[in-house]
């Protein structure tokens, strides 16, 4: 069965350095989405892209944050200066559409960032 | 603003014993709603959804879900679990909100 990937599966960073997060999504899909779940808190959408732009995004996602699809297969996240507060776990998700019309997003495993 | 909340965050509960976890949202429009579980170590994956009809929903591994409007609830239900359910349990509305999660823990 076709799974979402994320490399690395830990990534340890200190504060103010850049940090790259990787996802390759399932090979058919056409909606991509970037998520993070703080250690205790709820899993918070971060952005959602397609057609090579993003389509939606959260409060969370500021000018700290870019989403870019280098390639047919690998959907990045970028932090470009990490804060202790961006230490949690994210996900990555795609769909073949939208959910709102009825595709389910699949997620990945995660990539845990450690920001020290 | 919409959202979606769980009230149980930790529940144990021993083999057979029937399953009920709260979702509530928030919300007034038309709203498709999510369970999805994550097992120990494993990915989120999807349990069952609703988007319109039926407002019984069922699901995969004996799971099924109720939409009551009135209530703005969509509770996850399992009449019998099984040590295998030992995972987390996330509610989700298709505008990418996600409650906090249930931990489940069954004991054998």
């Known amino acids: 069965e076709p799974e979402v990937t994320q490399t690395p599966s830990h990534q340890v960073t200190q504060m103010g350095q850049e940090v790259i997060l990787r996802c390759v999504p399932i090979s058919n899909h056409l909606y991509f989405y970037w998520y993070r779940q703080i250690l205790g808190q709820k899993v918070e959408f971060l952005v959602s892209f397609y057609n090579n732009e993003i389509s939606e995004k959260s409060e969370i996602f500021d000018d700290q944050f870019s989403v870019e699809r280098p390639d047919g297969s690998n959907f990045t996240l970028k932090i470009r200066s990490t804060k202790l507060e961006d230490s949690a776990m994210y996900f990555c998700?795609?769909?073949?559409?939208?959910?709102?019309?009825?595709?389910?997003?699949?997620f990945g495993p995660g990539t845990r960032l450690t920001v020290t | 603003a919409q959202s979606v909340s769980q009230h149980n965050h930790h529940v144990i509960l021993s083999e057979a014993a029937s399953l009920e976890l709260g979702c509530n949202y928030s919300y007034g429009g038309t709203v498709n709603l999510f369970w999805y579980v994550q097992y120990p170590g494993q990915h989120l994956q999807l349990l069952l959804k609703?988007?319109?009809?039926?407002?019984l929903v069922k699901g995969i591994k004996g799971f099924e879900a109720e939409f009551i409007k009135s209530k703005f609830s969509f509770n996850l239900r399992k009449p019998s679990v099984q040590w295998s359910d030992t995972a987390e349990y996330f509610c989700?509305?298709?505008?990418?909100?996600f409650g906090s999660g249930t931990k489940l823990n069954v004991k054998p």
């Open positions: 989700a509305s298709d505008k990418f909100y």
């Open positions: 609703y988007f319109s009809g039926d407002p």
């Open positions: 998700a795609s769909s073949e559409a939208g959910t709102s019309l009825t595709h389910e997003q699949y």
